[in-house]
């Protein structure tokens, strides 16, 4: 259950990779990538978690492929050292945290101490993540106690990432409620990973269950991806309406900047993030149709993307032929480890 010699000779090349063409650009585009990989690769371990934890079975057909990501997060601690190290050198990181990088450094802002935790809360997340995938799977001892550390991990880690790679940008803006809305969302990632998978590895999923044991998991899976497009709702509209009712300017700024920029940016994203699983997934033909649901995964994450444009955009260089060929580059890694790092049940699991 340990990496995968192919799962690491693609860090070592996507790494490179990324490393050389940094190098010769300037702008945000890494950053943008981590923002949404970081939500897709934790979100699927913290779903088995929740299930762990409440001694759930349903679960059990996508914990193998579900796992699978958690050596993500060591390719994203990478990347973010390859991110720091290259902006810092070049001067893009201090353009693009402007705003507290002139005369508002603190304790906690101050670019080495961003630059050191960020890394270590990722590398962390890989540590936690492997050990809770090891003991899930075997169906160990430690599996309650361990889930729980790794969402006490994803927690802290999303809110972490949330205040310094997005609300750090509209410093002085400080809210509370950010954190939760990122680890929501990446939660909300993780079921459309499993949406994906559910289409993708459906051949894999009935060969080891029944395809009658299969539909229910996929049934229940898919119950929890249209509760989390009301949830992920729920979680925008405190934001907005914490900001709106306050008037505040230091909270105002970080929207109205982006509507004069994106007004329909914003409302595609509420279409794309909630109205259209919300309506689709209320049928039960569609919640057990591999495809339909695959393509309400991919929905789901265009509208994760657009929103890190609506967030990042007005502060940071988004070129979009540099965005595409570094979100193919981690894309391509993020493939790669899906593919190679399967881990097979144990028989007292898959039973």
Not at 186 to 202: E, N
Not at 253 to 270: E, H, N, T
Not at 273 to 293: A, C, D, E, G, H
Request: aromatic share 20%; with cysteine; glycine share 6%.
């Amino acid at each position: 259950m340990g990496m995968n010699s192919k799962v690491l000779l693609a860090f070592v090349l996507g790494a490179v990779a990324l490393g050389v063409f940094e190098f010769f650009t300037h702008g945000g585009s890494l950053l943008y990538c981590l923002m949404f990989f970081v939500a897709v690769s934790q979100g699927p371990i913290t779903i088995m978690a929740a299930a762990d934890i409440v001694s759930a079975k349903w679960h059990h057909p996508y914990k193998s492929v579900m796992f699978s990501m958690r050596h993500m997060n060591l390719f994203l601690a990478i990347a973010f050292a390859i991110f720091f190290g290259i902006s810092m050198s070049n001067g893009s990181f201090e353009e693009i945290f402007v705003n507290w990088m002139h005369g508002h450094q603190t304790a906690w802002l101050n670019p080495e101490f961003f630059g050191i935790r960020n890394v270590v809360l990722l590398l962390l997340a890989w540590l936690v993540s492997n050990k809770f995938a090891k003991t899930s799977l075997t169906n160990g001892k430690g599996r309650t106690p361990w889930a729980l550390a790794w969402v006490f991990t994803f927690v802290i880690g999303q809110t972490i990432y949330a205040f310094d790679w997005v609300m750090s940008l509209q410093y002085p803006w400080i809210s509370t409620l950010f954190g939760a809305y990122f680890f929501v969302e990446a939660f909300y990632s993780g079921l459309a990973l499993a949406a994906v998978f559910t289409f993708f590895k459906y051949q894999h999923f009935i060969e080891n269950y029944s395809e009658k044991s299969f539909k229910k998991s996929q049934m229940d899976m898919m119950t929890l991806f249209f509760g989390f497009s009301v949830f992920w709702a729920y979680q925008f509209f405190s934001q907005y309406i914490v900001i709106w009712y306050g008037n505040i300017p230091e909270e105002v700024a970080f929207i109205k900047q982006r509507l004069d920029m994106f007004s329909g940016l914003l409302y595609m994203v509420i279409v794309i993030m909630f109205v259209i699983p919300f309506i689709t997934l209320l049928f039960r033909s569609n919640k057990s149709n591999p495809k339909f649901v695959m393509g309400i995964g991919f929905l789901v994450w265009s509208g994760i993307l657009l929103e890190r444009v609506f967030m990042l955009a007005p502060h940071a260089d988004l070129n979009p032929v540099i965005t595409l060929v570094e979100f193919l580059i981690m894309s391509g890694v993020f493939y790669w480890v899906i593919k190679n790092q399967n881990d097979p049940l144990p028989q007292s699991v898959n039973s």
